[in-house]
């Protein structure tokens, strides 16, 4: 009978320290976390200004006065820009060639296909 009880209080202790156990790793690596939260914070905020300072930098190039500038740069003197009966535009199953018939195949005249090819 002694022997019972002694292996169900050596059972129940031996239980009671894993979950200890278990617990204070548990509670340790969350501590780990918590330390570590402030730089990965601190790397968020960065990585969020970098993106704003990007998005910014791609919007002062694609703004049409500096485009208009950089066309003006001798490496890009030979680039011009196209005459509208230059442009080409593909209708399905069919190449339009000027103007009018680009004007003919659309029922409301003026308007334009999406599909614009590039230039002859």
Not at 23 to 48: C, G, M, S, W
Not at 83 to 88: G, N, P, S
Request: glycine letters at 4%; one cysteine or more.
């Amino acid at each position: 009978m002694k022997n019972v009880l002694l292996v169900k209080l050596l059972v129940c202790a031996f239980s009671f320290g894993g979950v200890l156990y278990a617990y204070l790793e548990q509670h340790n690596d969350l501590t780990k976390l918590r330390i570590r939260l402030p730089e990965v914070a601190k790397e968020l905020h960065f990585l969020e200004e970098e993106n704003v300072r990007l998005r910014l930098e791609i919007d002062r190039f694609e703004n049409p006065k500096h485009l208009m500038e950089l066309a003006k740069r001798p490496e890009y003197r030979h680039l011009k820009h196209p005459i509208v009966d230059d442009i080409l535009v593909v209708a399905p199953g069919k190449l339009l060639e000027t103007r009018e018939e680009i004007e003919k195949s659309h029922k409301t005249p003026g308007v334009w296909p999406g599909v614009v090819i590039g230039a002859r």
